[in-house]
């Protein structure tokens, strides 16, 4: 790999499934490495569901040697109890990711919107179209929570290219 060559893990985090995506990124063209979800067993208590997320986080990072990662921030849910599992569930993927020793940057939702359509609301198929665009996919056929995790991803390398052209 050049180095202007770099690998990074988006995740689109849920106590049910969580998205992730592996996008390198080689002089400023981005391409898809592996994505998919991770689907937590029903009806298993919430620190089993945990530790799937971590264990098969650890697994891809271990595997894929991504140098950064990107994580979704957790919207304002209208359920206190939705929002606190969705809270254990991104400490639980930036828990794998801190000890394989990456850096998390978080991004609100609408910033990744905004970062790949142009709109911080755009729908989420506007959203899963630009991913398949960015990565020239002509027909994705992954779930909507890979996508999602896609998008941080790619929304992550947009804003880091943009540092390095500002001299951050």
Request: net charge positive; with cysteine.
């Amino acid at each position: 790999m050049g180095q202007d060559s770099v690998v990074v893990i988006g995740l689109d985090p849920g106590s049910r499934v969580t998205g992730y995506g592996i996008v390198r990124e080689c002089s400023g063209q981005a391409e898809l490495v592996v994505t998919g979800t991770i689907r937590t067993p029903a009806g298993k208590d919430m620190g089993t569901r945990l530790g799937v997320i971590y264990t098969r986080l650890a697994e891809l990072i271990t595997t894929h040697c991504p140098a950064e990662a990107a994580i979704e921030n957790v919207f304002v849910a209208k359920n206190p109890s939705s929002a606190l599992k969705l809270g254990q569930a991104r400490g639980a993927a930036m828990a794998a990711c801190a000890t394989h020793g990456l850096s998390v940057a978080e991004y609100e939702p609408s910033k990744v919107k905004k970062n790949l359509v142009g709109v911080g609301g755009a729908p989420k198929d506007q959203v899963a179209f630009m991913v398949a665009r960015c990565l020239g996919i002509r027909k994705p056929d992954w779930p909507e929570d890979a996508s999602d995790a896609l998008a941080v991803a790619i929304c992550h390398l947009n804003e880091r290219r943009m540092r390095k052209l500002m001299g951050g």
